[in-house]
């Protein structure tokens, strides 16, 4: 399962497939991360500094945090896809093609000038969340979508 959780300065994305459940995040915000709420993350009930820093230490790479730079993203399910804007300005897509039970993700796309701040990841993490709402299968042959949500083998000798 993936999952995104924004304020209006940052993302913070949870892969719970990856999570080894090390607590790290919890002992250092404990107001944020909470097992024992629905959603268990609350981006609000910390400073962002803060917040980060307690992302910062997740061994498992299960979590991970970005600056969302005034980025807006929406869904269009009549569209098919996940949109990133600026403004009024469209800068970026995620597009899937819709199938019976199954959403194909076929096109991830920002703007050259948008590259490298995590802009892709929210669009992808937007149509996986939607996709599980609306329980729907997820196939990623998009080599970006593909690439963020594929299981990564974790060494946890650490």
């Excluded at 993302?11 to 999570?19: A, G, H, I, P, Q």
């Excluded at 896809?81 to 019976?100: F, L, V």
């Excluded at 080599?143 to 299981?151: D, I, Q």
Aim: proline share 5%.
């Amino acid at each position: 399962m993936h999952r995104s959780y924004v304020n209006d300065d940052i993302t913070v994305f949870w892969d719970s497939d990856r999570c080894f459940h090390a607590k790290k995040c919890i002992h250092g915000a404990p107001s944020v991360f909470d097992r024992n709420k629905r959603p268990w993350i609350d981006v609000n009930a910390a400073p962002n500094p803060r917040i980060w820093q307690a992302v910062s230490q997740c061994p498992s790479g299960a979590l991970s945090c970005v600056y969302n730079h005034g980025i807006r993203i929406d869904f269009n399910e009549s569209e098919c896809r996940s949109i990133a804007y600026d403004g009024d300005a469209e800068i970026g897509e995620c597009c899937y093609r819709a199938a019976d039970d199954t959403w194909t993700i076929v096109h991830t796309g920002v703007s050259p000038a948008y590259g490298g701040k995590g802009i892709a990841k929210r669009l992808v993490f937007r149509v996986t969340e939607e996709a599980e709402r609306r329980k729907k299968q997820l196939v990623p042959v998009c080599s970006y979508a593909a690439k963020v949500l594929a299981p990564r083998d974790s060494d946890m000798s650490n």
